[in-house]
């Protein structure tokens, strides 16, 4: 079933995000349309239905190689030795031979660019000794994210086996897994990005699977998919105006169906949608019986707010603080509330805090402030 334009509670809560038109029903299985700096839903077409990914598989893939780089298992320079299972993967290649080394870098190169099954095999294996324990990792991910629709059985996405029957998920999980990779390890953009380059010392050339990269202004990547059982999927990844939007298409029959669907979604989000990032504005309260007088309130976040394009001048910030707090006040401490509205509809309202610890006064220290004051007086 087809649910067209944005999801009821993200409507509610997004006051400024009417229902409108959205696109044309596109030209795949199933697909979506997501906001990365907000994870919200802008275009849905049967986007829990589990499908085969195909390569768009190895958006997990490379989201568990980045955390291994951040966490320090593994680094860039670091060599990885292709296995005989790595050498005897088929489909997208670069041919790796039995014992031949590549570093990291040129092995997620290769894997962003290229969609390489053995390498994605060999950096598998180099991070959990083998390609079971690494699909183990990637379950495992898949849950803590809430992918509910989807469960992997190999690291590449290749369904020329009877277990990859059950090697599925939907474009809402590859949207979720897009969005941790790019929110997460924006550096990931500068291998997603290429569109031609060279490994072996400039003897093997790569060439981009995803045509976006060179033809859709904005692109940013990710990640193409295609066997005869999953048809031709894309997720798509572009920014413009600071907005970055994720694009998945599963099962469109032709690649071209699957570059112009994602094309068509992409003009849509950036067309109709805008992100403002409230003023950071704050104040200060007066204290009782505190070592200051005052105690300075800010925001806590300023989140970025996803509004309807048209609506972009409308958007206001107010500020409400406590008349007074009594001391000891904590750092953190809740002392006001911004309010960002669009017109009459509240987008957010964003937690003021006390920005400093603000300590009681010691019955020592109040004597004293009073004869100060009783001196000054009569002065």
Same mark, same amino acid.
């Given at each position: ?29 199933? /697909?979506? !349309? ?66 031949? =080394? ?14 390489? +099954? ?5 950096? /598998? ?7 079971? %324990? ?19 059985? +190999? ?9 990859? +029957? ?26 997603? =990005? ?8 400039? =003897? ?33 990844? /572009?920014? &413009? ?55 300075? /309130? ?14 972009? %001048? *409308?958007?206001?910030?107010?500020? *409400? ?19 960002? &509205?669009? %017109? ?7 937690? !003021? ?27």
């Amino acid at each position: 079933m087809k649910r067209i334009g944005i999801i009821l509670a993200i409507a509610l809560l997004l006051g400024c995000l009417p229902v409108r038109a959205a696109p044309a029903e596109v030209k795949a299985k199933s /697909a979506l !349309l997501m906001d990365v700096a907000t994870g919200t839903v802008l275009y849905e077409q049967n986007a829990h239905e589990k499908l085969h990914p195909a390569s768009v598989t190895k958006v997990m893939t490379m989201l568990l190689i980045m955390e291994a780089i951040e966490d320090g298992r593994i680094k860039w320079e670091d060599t990885v030795t292709a296995s005989e299972a790595a050498a005897a993967k088929g489909g997208s290649q670069v041919y790796l031979k039995v014992g031949e =080394t590549m570093t990291v870098t040129d092995m997620l190169k290769s894997i962003a660019v290229s969609s390489a +099954n053995d390498c994605a095999c060999a950096m /598998a294996e180099h991070i959990a000794g083998s390609e079971a %324990g690494f699909v183990d990792m990637m379950n495992k991910q898949a849950a803590e994210l809430g992918m509910g629709d989807t469960h992997f059985v +190999n690291c590449t996405g290749l369904d020329d086996d009877p277990e990859a +029957n059950n090697h599925l998920t939907s474009a809402h999980d590859i949207a979720i897994m897009s969005r941790e990779l790019l929110k997460n390890y924006p550096e990931i953009k500068k291998f997603t =990005t290429i569109w031609m380059d060279t490994i072996r010392n400039g =003897t093997f050339g790569l060439s981009n699977t995803n045509k976006l990269v060179r033809f859709y202004n904005g692109a940013t990547g990710l990640k193409t998919g295609f066997t005869a059982n999953a048809g031709y999927c894309l997720s798509a990844s /572009a920014m &413009r105006d600071g907005m970055e939007l994720i694009a998945v298409v599963m099962g469109s029959e032709t690649s071209a169906d699957r570059f112009g669907a994602c094309k068509q979604l992409l003009d849509y989000g950036f067309a109709s949608y805008a992100l403002v990032q409230p003023e950071a504005a704050g104040g200060t309260v007066p204290v009782k019986l505190g070592t200051s007088a005052m105690v300075k /309130a800010v925001p806590g976040e300023t989140p970025q707010l996803l509004i309807d394009k048209s609506q972009r %001048g *409308s958007v206001t910030s107010e500020v *409400s603080l406590e008349e007074s707090v009594t001391a000891p006040v904590s750092k953190g401490q809740r002392l006001g509330t911004l309010t960002v &509205r669009c %017109g009459e509809q509240i987008l957010s309202q964003i937690p !003021l805090t006390a920005a400093q610890p603000v300590p009681k006064l010691t019955w020592g220290q109040m004597f004293g402030k009073i004869l100060r004051r009783i001196s000054m007086a009569k002065a």
